[in-house]
């Protein structure tokens, strides 16, 4: 029978090609056929042409794209540029200066001749500093140490770039996670309530188990608009960092189930790391670096200043109506000059001690921030811990949860079990599907939060 009609099928279509009308019936076919194929590939072209992003492709582009980064960047090289603005007080400096003037005097032509007389003079000083109580040396390595802590201001930026991108990146997959969870919720629920429809209309249950699923599926369908709301959020979040339009559609793509049990570092090479690698903790050992270069130009000002000093005058007179038409004169001096200010009133001795209590206090502020990162390291392994054993304690909760959910379906179903014996067993269920994806987030967030920490980049948490 199949045979005879597919050869039926063969020859209609055999015979209708010579015939006008059957080459407009073979447009139209074409045309229809070419449709459907474009309506299958438009979403995966659509998909393929969309951006897609992995957590470290992203913190590796918002990187390159953030604003902060990129000051926190220019800081640095405006730091180096100080550091030879610094190092050309070392050399001696030159100063070349020109003047014209003209100058005439007239009065009673007994006592006073008329002179009118045109001037040109040019000069050349140069200058060497000798000795400036180690101001120039101490201004120099400031510098540079500044430059350090421009550094450690552009890791800090970095790293708490890439950890808030690391952590909405993890929210936004927790997030459609929830999503699915809240739609296997609904589908039970919809099941639920035909179920308890069809017993309502043939006697079997009150009208009061419609009413409860009826809620219930209120309840889950504002869930579901919550979390469509936080997917939209992280997304937009996302793409600012990276400096994309807030209404574009990437595809953040990433699967929290998949992780590495595996931490590469203890608690002892982990504080260890930190004190060596965490830019606030260099930016604060730098602070109390230019802080003694401060007290030390501060105390520059109990030293003479000694300069050695050079310079080449050139003079040029003309003259009318007076006895001399030209005067030329060549002036070369050099010597050496020394300043010291003996004394101001107190000013540079209260401004040293001022200067030593402040370096005083930042020290006490460097050992309290080693000893808060010490103590955020020893958490952020305790959060780690933690979640693992979360993980194992959720999937085994939500085996639990399905099983019982699925043995208060059939109790109700053969009217045993009650309606809230169901609906207990549903939010059960769903909670345990939130709370696997709750506890993979939670390692992953700790691990970032130890890398960060630590100040190590760890682009995809691997």
Request: charged letters at 25%; hydrophobic letters at 40%; a positive charge.
């Amino acid at each position: 029978m199949s045979l005879t009609r597919k050869s039926g099928k063969k020859r209609a279509f055999v015979q209708a090609l010579p015939n006008g009308n059957g080459w407009v019936d073979m447009k139209i076919y074409a045309t229809f056929v070419v449709y459907c194929c474009l309506c299958l590939l438009c979403p995966a072209i659509s998909k393929a042409g969309a951006a897609r992003y992995t957590i470290g492709q992203a913190v590796s582009a918002g990187l390159e794209a953030n604003p902060g980064v990129a000051a926190a960047n220019e800081m640095v090289s405006q730091a180096r540029l100080n550091v030879k603005a610094a190092r050309g007080y070392f050399l001696p400096s030159f100063t070349l200066q020109s003047s014209v003037s003209r100058y005439f005097q007239s009065g009673d032509v007994v006592s006073v001749d008329n002179v009118d007389r045109k001037m040109l003079s040019n000069q050349l000083a140069v200058s060497q500093t000798l000795f400036s109580g180690f101001a120039i040396v101490n201004n120099y390595a400031k510098a540079k140490i500044q430059t350090d802590a421009e550094k450690a201001r552009l890791d800090q930026a970095r790293l708490e770039l890439i950890y808030s991108i690391q952590q909405d990146f993890l929210q936004l997959l927790k997030s459609r996670e929830d999503l699915d969870t809240v739609n296997n919720e609904l589908e039970r629920i919809r099941s639920q309530l035909d179920a308890s429809r069809v017993f309502y209309k043939a006697g079997f249950s009150p009208l009061g188990d419609v009413l409860k699923n009826e809620v219930e599926l209120s309840r889950a369908e504002t869930d579901k608009i919550k979390v469509l709301n936080s997917i939209k959020n992280y997304s937009t979040q996302l793409n600012t960092y990276l400096a994309i339009p807030f209404d574009e559609k990437i595809d953040y793509v990433g699967d929290l189930h998949k992780h590495s049990p595996v931490v590469p570092y203890d608690l002892n090479s982990a504080i260890v790391t930190a004190l060596s690698k965490r830019p606030d903790l260099l930016l604060a050992r730098k602070s109390v670096e230019i802080a003694k270069k401060e007290a030390k130009g501060l105390s520059a000002k109990y030293y003479p200043r000694v300069t050695l000093d050079y310079a080449k005058i050139l003079q040029r007179d003309d003259y009318k109506n007076y006895f001399y038409s030209e005067s030329k004169q060549e002036i070369d001096t050099i010597g050496v000059n020394l300043q010291w200010n003996l004394f101001d009133g107190g000013n540079t001795t209260y401004s040293y001690k001022g200067e030593l209590r402040h370096i005083k206090a930042l020290e006490k502020q460097l050992d309290n921030q080693i000893s808060g990162a010490k103590a955020i390291i020893l958490k952020a392994f305790t959060d780690i811990e933690d979640a693992k054993k979360l993980i194992d304690v959720a999937l085994q909760a939500r085996k639990n949860a399905l099983e019982n959910y699925n043995f208060a379906a059939a109790r109700y179903k053969i009217k045993i079990g009650t309606i809230n014996d169901l609906l207990d067993a549903q939010y059960s269920l769903t909670r345990s599907e939130s709370d696997i994806g709750n506890a993979y987030m939670q390692y992953h967030i700790a691990k970032a939060a130890l890398f960060y920490n630590i100040g190590v980049e760890n682009f995809g948490l691997n």
